[in-house]
């Protein structure tokens, strides 16, 4: 079991115009290849001009695997396109975790 935590920052007063991009554009064609994530929102407390997202994969190969298709797929690259165009992020950190050996998921985790 692998997770994929996904940390972006974008400029001050953008937020919602970049979750909207992705929203119109970009979650469904992700959801297509990834599954749904399990979680994906804003950050309410600490660096409030942020946003995570919380994928599941069954190991490293599985992640390249989809993440392979994906960008594979014209609709998600017009998307990254987009994205980049309106330049709202500024940063993105990248977090791959391994559960605990002692961790199982409950009813809402995966």
Not at 60 to 80: N, P, T, V
Not at 81 to 103: D, G, K, M, V
């Amino acid at each position: 079991m692998l997770f994929d935590l996904r940390t972006y920052r974008v400029r001050p007063g953008t937020l919602t115009a970049q979750l909207e991009i992705y929203a119109r554009e970009g979650y469904a064609v992700q959801c297509r290849y990834l599954g749904a994530p399990i979680f994906y929102g804003t950050v309410e407390t600490g660096d409030v001009n942020a946003y995570v997202h919380l994928w599941h994969f069954e190991d490293a190969a599985d992640r390249e695997r989809k993440r392979m298709a994906l960008y594979s797929d014209q609709a998600w690259l017009q998307y990254r396109q987009r994205s980049a165009e309106a330049a709202y992020q500024i940063e993105q950190t990248n977090t791959l975790l391994r559960p605990a050996p002692f961790w199982r998921p409950g009813p809402s985790a995966g």
